[in-house]
């Protein structure tokens, strides 16, 4: 028996299957969107982008879903200010949708945090508060304490951050998605570091860098060696996770990726 379409994509995108490629064809609306989140996972943004742009015209949850999705994707090189744009639609799309709005609101925060207006981001997560409680997605949780995480730390607040990282680990752990549960690990590792304990800073972030090479999650794996590069692995070597990062920059671009220079 075939499984279905729906839950073989799912499964990539928000499941156990991260590294599944090639991917089966969406049919679906939402098949195309968990065939571009499953894509960007692995740093195909051109793919990716190719499901979307069918999207963004259909309006409400879907349009918003869409949206968001690419504002995502362009934070993930560095493009927070043309995300912040993407965010903004998505919220006007996103109507009485409390999931749609929620992602919005949480990637404006992330948007604002990006640029250094700290003040906007934490207005845009309390805004976000009562959406995430109302849609009850264990993902939007999980997204917002690792936004609320990268605040802190912006701030100096390192307590904070770990406890926010923490959450964040707690409820991919209960969502049940590899990626999450490894992006989770990232956002802890930095926490770790803003607090001073770069021992565990770095035993989290050794340990995620091999979950990402087993899992295809290139973007993740990129943003690991950056980390490690920069405080050292305790099972590599400091050229050894510069070549990670290089290689990991390199495989973004030839699928699509274009990141920022400033």
Do not use: N
């Amino acid at each position: 028996m075939s499984i279905p379409t729906d839950t073989v994509l799912a499964d990539a995108a928000f499941g156990s299957a991260p590294a599944l490629w090639p991917l089966p064809a969406a049919a679906t609306p939402r098949q195309r969107w968990l065939r571009a989140v499953a894509a960007g996972g692995q740093g195909r943004y051109a793919s990716a982008r190719a499901e979307l742009a069918t999207l963004y015209s259909r309006g409400g949850r879907e349009g918003s879903l869409a949206c968001s999705t690419q504002a995502s994707f362009l934070r993930q090189l560095g493009w927070h200010e043309t995300a912040r744009a993407w965010d903004g639609r998505a919220l006007a799309l996103a109507g009485p949708d409390p999931e749609a709005a929620a992602d919005a609101l949480i990637g404006l925060a992330a948007d604002a945090l990006g640029v250094g207006r700290f003040g906007a981001s934490a207005r845009a997560l309390d805004r976000a508060a009562d959406r995430v409680a109302d849609a009850d997605e264990v993902r939007l949780q999980v997204r917002e304490a690792w936004v609320a995480a990268e605040l802190a730390m912006a701030r100096g607040q390192g307590s904070a951050a770990i406890g926010h990282a923490e959450r964040a680990v707690d409820h991919a752990k209960a969502f049940g998605s590899a990626r999450h549960t490894v992006k989770s690990a990232v956002v802890l590792a930095a926490a770790r570091c803003s607090a001073g304990d770069l021992d565990t800073a770095r035993a989290v972030a050794d340990a995620a860098l091999d979950d990402t090479q087993r899992l295809g999650m290139v973007p993740l794996q990129w943003a690991l060696a950056c980390l490690l590069t920069d405080i050292g692995s305790a099972r590599h070597t400091t050229p050894a996770t510069a070549a990670i990062r290089d290689d990991c920059a390199d495989t973004v671009r030839r699928r699509g990726g274009v990141w920022s220079v400033r």
